[in-house]
């Protein structure tokens, strides 16, 4: 029997409820499994570790996650801590550390959720965005001079390299040729970003000629949150930069119902490091503690898990009973507009599994 081993990081907020729901689900599929099973470990690492240690994660942490077949991760996000420290000391360190350089955020309406799209059907959003995930705006180059003086300065410079935009592409035109549709949008911003984006569309038409099945267009990132709202069906796989394709995977999930639902992977395609897997809705601290929050997004991004561990019935089994929950309204958390718990969404799925 196959052994998975599965680091579990809650984080901060409510990623402290969901992932221990979505170790609940992974055990749940295990025990009816006859062919593999789970080992979980904990990590305690955010903001609760920081006010105790002055670090979002140990210096050596990466070194304890390496030997993980995937991580299941939360949220990075405390009231008390600035957002620079909690993103780039905990969820961006792994993501950097591990060359996890492919973010992919599926979305598509679920059954039985109310989404704001009045033409909208569920055959109309079914997209995958896939986000440059190690460079671009978020490459983490820049800085500030004098400080506090009239001639402060910051800088953050966004910088994008011939391999990691090869790779990206390549990877977005592969994931396309295996959808149905075989339909890919590039997104840019190169009539106002001069070199670096004009480099993104040369990649493109670059990598394209590798995929002839694929068919694919361009659109300028701003013209692509008219397109999605306004001509949906047009669209099927995404890429976009670090920047861009952050900000249209949360009007997706918008779209599709609710941030409660959107799941990710973070995921290094060549298999060096584990990869991690967390939903998109981040820490949540006003719902934190109260038993609200929605844990789809944390189920969902186990079927990524478990997708990406080779597990492929499995994931269809647990995709199948999240879809069956969610066709349910009285198992509709507040973000849904209904009055579930946390609690209950998990007993339902289990139930679903068992």
Not at 302 to 330: F, R, W
Not at 337 to 352: F, L, M, P, S, Y
Request: proline share 6%; with cysteine; glycine share 8%.
């Amino acid at each position: 029997m196959k052994t998975y081993k599965i680091a579990c990081i809650p984080g901060d907020g409510i990623g402290k409820e969901v992932i221990p729901a979505g170790k609940l689900v992974l055990q749940a599929l295990a025990n009816k499994s006859k062919s593999f099973q789970f080992t979980f470990s904990h990590f305690g690492w955010g903001g609760d570790w920081y006010r105790e240690h002055g670090e979002m994660m140990p210096a050596d942490g990466l070194d304890a996650l390496r030997p993980m077949d995937a991580i299941l991760f939360g949220s990075a996000g405390d009231p008390d801590i600035p957002d620079h420290i909690t993103l780039w000391g905990l969820r961006l360190k792994i993501c950097q550390g591990f060359d996890q350089y492919a973010n992919v955020r599926p979305t598509r309406i679920l059954p039985g959720i109310d989404a704001p799209l009045k033409r909208c059907t569920p055959k109309d959003l079914d997209w995958v965005i896939v986000r440059e995930n190690s460079e671009g705006e978020y490459a983490g180059v820049g800085g500030r001079a004098h400080q506090g003086h009239p001639i402060e300065v910051a800088t953050d410079v966004s910088m994008m390299t011939r391999a990691g935009v090869e790779r990206i592409m390549r990877y977005a035109f592969k994931l396309a040729q295996s959808r149905p549709r075989k339909l890919l949008t590039v997104v840019t911003k190169s009539n106002a970003q001069r070199h670096a984006m004009v480099m993104w569309d040369e990649i493109a038409v670059q990598i394209s000629k590798e995929f002839p099945d694929v068919k694919w267009d361009k659109e300028l990132v701003d013209a692509a949150t008219a397109r999605m709202v306004n001509r949906p069906a047009t669209l099927d796989t995404l890429v976009a930069t670090n920047l861009h394709a952050d900000i249209l995977s949360d009007l997706a999930a918008a779209l599709a119902g609710s941030l409660g639902i959107a799941p990710t992977g973070n995921i290094d395609p060549e298999r060096r490091y584990p990869s991690m897997f967390e939903p998109i809705h981040g820490s949540a601290f006003d719902i934190m503690g109260k038993g609200l929050a929605n844990p789809v997004g944390t189920f969902w991004s186990c079927v990524m898990l478990l997708e990406h561990l080779g597990e492929k019935e499995t994931a269809n089994a647990l995709m199948a009973a999240i879809e069956k929950v969610t066709a349910n309204p009285a198992l509709h958390t507040g973000d849904l507009g209904g009055k579930a718990t946390t609690d209950q969404v998990t007993k339902a799925v289990c139930a679903e599994l068992s």
